[in-house]
Nanobody, 125 residues
Framework: QVQLVESGGGSVQAGGSLKLSCAAYSGYTYSADCMAWFRQAPGKEREGVATIGRSGTQVYANSVKGRFTISQDNAKNTLYLQMNSLKPEDTGMYYC??????????????????WGQGTQVTVSS
């Protein structure tokens, strides 16, 4: 079973940057599947942030377009999320997620069966 471990969260001021990482273990191959980042703020539903597919195709939520960049290093089995121009509304727990069929044109959490434990991002004004 794939194990996903996020890191890189922290506290920053508005306008700052953070880079999240998600390392995959247990025989997983990034290049074959679809990976995604989601986030969840207190009292709110989990929302999709970005996905990246086997061909490198990326999908972003409108709220992060132009500010966040999703990428992956297949050799290291690691997924990244570069977050720039952070806003207080970006605050939340960030999760990486995985599905095995390579379909990446979705930002619905129910479409991803495998999840990490999350890393907290806090943006202060």
């Amino acid at each position: 079973q794939v194990q996903l471990v996020e890191s890189g969260g922290g506290s920053v001021q508005a306008g700052g940057s953070l880079k999240l990482s998600c390392a995959a273990y247990s025989g997983y191959t990034y290049s074959a599947d679809c990976m995604a980042w989601f986030r969840q703020a207190p009292g709110k539903e989990r929302e999709g942030v970005a996905t990246i597919g086997r061909s490198g195709t990326q999908v972003y939520a409108n709220s992060v377009k132009g500010r966040f960049t999703i990428s992956q290093d297949n050799a290291k089995n690691t997924l990244y999320l570069q977050m720039n121009s952070l806003k207080p509304e970006d605050t939340g727990m960030y999760y990486c997620a995985h599905r095995t069929d390579g379909f990446c044109y979705t930002l619905y959490s129910t479409d991803f069966p495998y999840w990490g434990q999350g890393t907290q991002v806090t943006v202060s004004s």
